[in-house]
Each structure stands twice: as structure tokens, then as C-alpha cells.
């Protein structure tokens, strides 16, 4: 499999296309941002990292019944994965409250809830990614009533499955995005990824934030909470 023309250049991958017209081959960079790209850097050894805890975290899903886009790492830092047309919503997953929700409800970061919250979000970076609801969707086609369904219906497993895999290696999962995708045939799979850029990771015995927000409130050790994470999950 080979990268052929590069699609798209996002914050933290590029996207390629293969000779496969089903294929995309994703490469992770080091690059971070935070706060609508208003914050830039990097951090070195995210791109390997989130690559293989994307595709070990896929892995565990496809493995208890979430399809997933996952087709193959091909490097430490590149993966193939179906091809599909973005779903434009961000799913939110929140078992404690932190980040947003936090300032939104005045409520301290560490509170818990009594449910999960899912939450959705607008993809569209010029808006800044505003929350919407189920009406929203339905009223701006961007996803279909039966689509919407199993989008839910996934994101509260899925959350099941890492909260209870990530606890066992002492990481509480306080919240996290989702992305889905169409396939060619109409098929709606989990995409993306799913990484300390894109999940709150605390430790369960110290409380110590393992994930981007290290990097997004000048924490300190960003590099070393990302190493932390790939340790225990694939224990390299
Ligand atoms: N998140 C993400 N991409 C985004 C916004 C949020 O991956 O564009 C993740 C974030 O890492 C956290 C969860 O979604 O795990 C909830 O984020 P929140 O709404 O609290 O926003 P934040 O405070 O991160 O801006």
C-alpha cells in the first residue's frame, strides 16, 4: 500500500489516497493545537503515539463488535483505513465533568454525574465547532434519523468498553470525541481517532491529567503523559 496523492492536511494528520480506491492511508504528525488553532506546537512523539493507540483502542472495538475504519498500521506512524465521507458532527462521550462542560454549568472539573452525557457538536472549525442537537441534525440533513440512532447507540458502548479496559490500567476515562464516516456503500463506521489528543486520561490513583490538556494549560510533562499512555496500554 502507498500514499499517492495527499487530500487533505489536517492539525495533527494528513490524509493520502492509495491505489486502492477504498483506501486512505492516515499519517499522524507531532503538530498540537488547542483552543480553535489559536495555540500552536508540538509534541514530540505524538504522532507515533496517538497512531498506535488509535489502532490498539480500534482494535479492542472492532473486537467486541464496533466497525471501525481500521484496515492496517503500516508504520509507526501511518495506517490504512477505509475510505468515508465524514459524518459533520462531533460526538462528545462525558462521564465526569471537565473542559467545557465544567465552565458551561459552573459545576468543578472532577464532579460526577450520575449518567452519561453525549453531547454533539457542528464540525466546522470557521464556527468553532458549536454544540447542536438532535433537532439540529435532523433539520440540516446531517445525518439521517436511523444514522443518528446507531450513532448513539455505538459512542455509549464504545464508552463502555474503554472505561472499563482504560480502569483496569488505571486510567479513569472522564470524557472524549468521536468521529463516524460512510463508507462507499452507505455503512456507518467509527473514524478517526482516539488519543490523548482527543480523550481526558486521569490517572486513577493521583488524579494526574494524562492527555492534551497538559499541553493546552502548560501543564508541563506533555511528552512524558503521552509515553505514560502508550506504556500502559501496549506496554512499550
Ligand atoms: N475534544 C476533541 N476535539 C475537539 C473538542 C473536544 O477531541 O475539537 C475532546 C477533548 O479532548 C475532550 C472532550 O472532547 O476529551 C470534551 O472536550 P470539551 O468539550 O470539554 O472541550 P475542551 O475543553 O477540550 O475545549
Not at 144 to 159: M, P
Given at each position: 500500500?502507498?500514499?499517492?496523492v495527499?487530500?487533505?492536511e489536517?492539525k495533527?494528520?494528513?490524509?493520502?489516497?492509495?491505489e486502492?480506491?477504498?483506501v486512505?492511508i492516515?499519517s499522524y504528525?507531532d503538530d498540537?493545537?488547542?483552543?480553535n488553532?489559536?495555540?500552536?506546537g508540538?509534541i514530540a512523539?505524538k504522532g507515533v503515539?496517538?497512531n498506535?493507540v488509535?489502532?490498539?483502542?480500534?482494535?479492542?472495538?472492532e473486537?467486541?463488535?464496533?466497525p471501525t475504519h481500521?484496515v492496517?498500521?503500516?508504520?509507526?506512524?501511518?495506517?490504512?483505513?477505509k475510505?468515508?465521507?465524514?459524518?459533520?458532527i462531533?460526538?462528545i462521550?462525558?462521564?465526569?465533568?471537565?473542559g467545557?462542560?465544567?465552565?458551561?454549568?459552573?459545576?468543578?472539573?472532577?464532579?460526577?454525574m450520575?449518567?452519561?452525557?453525549l453531547e454533539?457538536c457542528y464540525k466546522?472549525d470557521?464556527?468553532g465547532?458549536?454544540?447542536?442537537?438532535e433537532?439540529?441534525?435532523a433539520?440540516l440533513?446531517?445525518a439521517?434519523?436511523?444514522?443518528?440512532?446507531?450513532i448513539?447507540?455505538?459512542?455509549f458502548?464504545?464508552?463502555?468498553?474503554?472505561s472499563e479496559y482504560?480502569?483496569?490500567?488505571?486510567i479513569?476515562?472522564?470524557?472524549?470525541?468521536?468521529e463516524?464516516?460512510r463508507t462507499s456503500?452507505?455503512t456507518?463506521i467509527?473514524a478517526?481517532e482516539i488519543s490523548?489528543?482527543?480523550?481526558r486520561?486521569w490517572?486513577?490513583?493521583?488524579g494526574?491529567?494524562?492527555?492534551k490538556?497538559?499541553?493546552r494549560?502548560?501543564?508541563?510533562?506533555?511528552?512524558?503523559?503521552?509515553k505514560?499512555?502508550l506504556?500502559r496500554l501496549l506496554?512499550?
Amino acid at each position: 500500500m502507498h500514499k499517492i496523492v495527499q487530500l487533505y492536511e489536517g492539525k495533527a494528520k494528513k490524509v493520502f489516497t492509495t491505489e486502492d480506491s477504498e483506501v486512505y492511508i492516515v499519517s499522524y504528525k507531532d503538530d498540537a493545537t488547542a483552543f480553535n488553532g489559536e495555540k500552536k506546537g508540538t509534541i514530540a512523539g505524538k504522532g507515533v503515539i496517538n497512531n498506535l493507540v488509535t489502532n490498539h483502542l480500534m482494535g479492542l472495538l472492532e473486537s467486541k463488535g464496533i466497525p471501525t475504519h481500521f484496515v492496517k498500521e503500516l508504520s509507526d506512524n501511518e495506517t490504512a483505513v477505509k475510505k468515508v465521507t465524514i459524518v459533520p458532527i462531533e460526538v462528545i462521550v462525558r462521564n465526569i465533568v471537565a473542559g467545557s462542560l465544567s465552565k458551561r454549568l459552573g459545576l468543578p472539573e472532577g464532579t460526577k454525574m450520575s449518567k452519561t452525557v453525549l453531547e454533539y457538536c457542528y464540525k466546522d472549525d470557521a464556527l468553532g465547532d458549536p454544540m447542536i442537537n438532535e433537532y439540529h441534525i435532523a433539520a440540516l440533513d446531517l445525518a439521517t434519523e436511523d444514522e443518528l440512532k446507531k450513532i448513539a447507540e455505538y459512542s455509549f458502548k464504545i464508552n463502555e468498553i474503554l472505561s472499563e479496559y482504560l480502569h483496569d490500567l488505571g486510567i479513569e476515562l472522564i470524557d472524549f470525541k468521536l468521529e463516524y464516516g460512510r463508507t462507499s456503500d452507505g455503512t456507518l463506521i467509527l473514524a478517526d481517532e482516539i488519543s490523548p489528543d482527543t480523550c481526558r486520561f486521569w490517572d486513577t490513583e493521583t488524579g494526574k491529567k494524562l492527555d492534551k490538556d497538559r499541553f493546552r494549560r502548560d501543564l508541563g510533562d506533555v511528552e512524558d503523559a503521552y509515553k505514560e499512555i502508550l506504556k500502559r496500554l501496549l506496554g512499550k
